[in-house]
């Protein structure tokens, strides 16, 4: 590897199949080859928003997914110091949580990878998450995004009472998304959400058309547009 | 001519058509109640009697009805369930209130306010070896405790021969229970990073399973209708893993576990599984499910119950379909109404329809819905 440039295709390729080792590996050739870290992130980005789209379409399922989100992720760690050397900041940045009362987090877990994915810095308050801890966290982080997330049908009025209150202060512009089992387009304009996503490949598409963005920078290889929820 | 409960119910499973439409509440914690409509159903019926929990298990929050509410109900199967070992209770009930309830296989639930527990005791959250699962003190599933109370129970229903008996040991899903072991998140990964472990550690839980699960048919004795397993393998549009996977690592696993209880009694086999599995359904009648259960109907596919019945209506009996993420919680009896009436027109055709709600009927379903379906169900679910 030496000496040569990286083929980032080969980083994409890594992520895609969730193979953190290669990954990392490939991201650190990569920067030792000069590569630029825009280049790098984009080529991440890319990955995830393949990953996405496939898990969209059903091509891959929740185990491949976690896997290549855990692979972005060590292979980000690797970059983050240079991109915050270059000045290269996140896209946006999203609070997210699993409404008070709902415990469940994987469907939360899965929307904050691949946000993450997506250049989107996240902050996750976890589960149970209170209107009070979520109208904190938006006055202490200034997001443009909230997310909020239930899978029992009993919590639905608690995601409610989180989007009046969040509603009720100064939101300086975020956007609230709402998602998880029992929620539906329906419920979430009735409650005053900002929009609604039906799962974690959605909530990219979705956070990017309520943020104005376009996705990976070019650069990239264009992506199939198979299953995108737009 | 009106049939028995347990008439009834055999006659649909065996895909003839009974009198009405059988009901099931109450007989399992899938088709359970928790105390919210029950304490209203008591009310409005003027039952006074203690709530009792099945499986002894108060935390689980799932209870085992009073006869009076069960009849009122018109519900026609009863339950029969095992017990957590004896020193396992005595510990639970012994412990400091409000700290974590362990079961005997080392997972367990933690409280989360309000008297709601949920899954967060994972004790094999770090293991990803072989050595691991040979290291970990697996559960004795020859404590004779366990199934004590099986035989007298199952003996007296089978005598009383009014309503179909329906019985289920406490989560012996081997899927379901990786997930109490190592947490959901963490074994679906490790089912991509470290397949040969996780295969390892379905099949030890499995063989676990079977263990008990003997002990438990043998207490039955030919006293029983359905035996309950399961495991969740969809989500709200898809699947949990691919269908791939499934069959290279879960199917062979279900299939021998299946295998095993048919060689051991004629009961039908009752596969409880959340989500949309509408692309197993195949491979579930292949590996000789009977009965499937809960029909979730506002997931994906499975959500399109005349296509589920047209193609596999005489192979499967069905046992759910109520939605109880809109309708239930939240609908009008009118609306609750409809949704029966929806269900029975579609899947009742021929039998080989159980009346119920998607899973356990939450804190938040009005009693005034339930009876409402039930009532629905009388009126529409007859047969000429």
Same mark, same amino acid.
């Given at each position: ?18 193979? *953190?080792?290669?990954? %990392?590996? +490939? ?5 030792? &080859? #000069?590569?630029? =870290? @825009? $280049? ?32 972005? *992720?060590?292979?980000? %760690?690797? +970059?983050?110091?240079?991109l915050?050397? &270059? #000045?290269?900041? =996140? @896209? $946006? ?6 409404v ?5 987090d ?36 200034? =997001? ?35 998602g ?16 609604f ?10 956070a ?18 198979s299953?995108?929820?737009? | ?7 009834r119910v ?16 109450g ?88 008297g ?63 997930f109490?072991?190592?947490g ?5 990964m ?106 979730q ?8 119950l ?15 379909a ?26 009742g ?36």
């Amino acid at each position: 590897m030496l000496g040569c440039m990286v083929d980032l295709d080969d980083l994409m390729t890594a992520i895609e199949d969730g193979d *953190r080792d290669l990954a %990392v590996e +490939l991201t650190l050739a990569a920067i030792s &080859a #000069g590569s630029t =870290p @825009e $280049a790098i992130l984009d080529a991440m980005t890319a990955a995830m928003d393949e990953v996405g789209d496939r898990f969209q379409a059903n091509l891959i399922f929740v185990p491949e997914m976690l896997v290549s989100a855990r692979a972005m *992720r060590e292979a980000m %760690v690797q +970059l983050e110091p240079i991109l915050v050397k &270059a #000045g290269i900041r =996140p @896209e $946006a940045r999203a609070v997210i949580g699993t409404v008070r009362g709902d415990l469940h987090d994987i469907g939360k877990n899965l929307v904050a990878m691949m946000w993450r994915g997506a250049r989107i810095e996240v902050i996750d308050l976890g589960v149970n998450v209170t209107a009070e801890q979520f109208v904190a966290a938006v006055q202490a982080h200034k =997001p443009d995004l909230i997310g909020l997330s239930a899978l029992l049908t009993t919590t639905l009025p608690s995601m409610r009472a989180i989007v009046e209150a969040l509603r009720r202060t100064d939101l300086g512009g975020a956007q609230i998304i709402v998602g998880g089992a029992p929620v539906n387009q329906e419920f979430a304009t009735s409650i005053g959400a900002d929009a609604f996503a039906q799962d974690a490949g959605a909530a990219v598409v979705v956070a990017r058309g309520l943020l104005g963005l376009s996705g990976a920078m070019s650069g990239a290889p264009d992506l199939p547009a198979s299953g995108a929820g737009a | 001519m009106t049939m028995t409960g347990r008439e009834r119910v055999l006659a649909a499973i065996n895909h003839e058509e009974p009198d009405r439409v059988p009901i099931v509440i109450g007989a399992s914690n899938a088709t359970g109640l928790k105390a919210g409509p029950y304490r209203g159903l008591k009310q409005l019926l003027g039952v006074t009697s203690e709530d009792r929990y099945i499986y002894d298990w108060p935390e689980l929050g799932t209870i085992l009805p009073d006869e009076a509410v069960l009849e009122r109900l018109h519900a026609d199967v009863r339950g029969i369930f095992d017990s957590f070992p004896a020193a396992t209770l005595a510990r639970n009930v012994a412990r400091p209130a409000h700290s974590p309830f362990i079961d005997d296989w080392g997972s367990g639930q933690v409280e989360v306010g309000d008297g709601t527990w949920y899954p967060g005791v994972h004790p094999m959250a770090e293991a990803t070896t072989i050595e691991a699962i040979e290291r970990y003190p697996w559960p004795d599933m020859d404590d004779p405790s366990r199934v004590a109370d099986v035989r007298a129970a199952a003996a007296r229903l089978a005598a009383d021969n009014q309503y179909a008996i329906l019985a289920t040991p406490w989560l012996l899903f081997p899927f379901e229970r990786a997930f109490a072991m190592q947490g959901l998140e963490t074994f679906l990964m490790n089912l991509a990073l470290e397949p040969e472990f996780a295969e390892a550690l379905l099949w030890k839980i499995a063989e676990r399973c079977k263990a008990l699960m003997g002990h438990f048919l043998d207490a039955l004795a030919d006293d029983v209708d359905m035996i309950k397993i399961g495991d969740d393998l969809g989500t709200e549009q898809s699947l949990l893993m691919s269908p791939a996977m499934y069959r290279r690592i879960l199917k062979p696993i279900h299939a021998d576990y299946i295998a095993f209880i048919k060689a051991r009694t004629k009961a039908k086999v009752f596969f409880h599984t959340d989500g949309d599995v509408f692309d197993l359904l195949d491979d579930l009648v292949e590996i000789g499910v009977d009965i499937l259960n809960p029909v979730q109907s506002g997931s994906g596919k499975l959500g399109n119950l005349a296509e589920v019945k047209r193609r596999y209506g005489s192979r499967l009996a069905f046992c759910g379909a109520i939605d109880t993420q809109h309708v239930l919680p939240n609908g009008t009896p009118a609306e609750v109404r409809a949704e029966v009436r929806r269900a029975i027109a579609t899947l009742g055709p021929g039998g080989g329809y159980l009346l119920s709600a998607v899973h356990t009927v939450m804190n938040e379903v009005p009693a005034e819905n339930l009876l409402a379906m039930v009532d629905a169900a009388l009126e529409f679910g007859r047969y000429p």
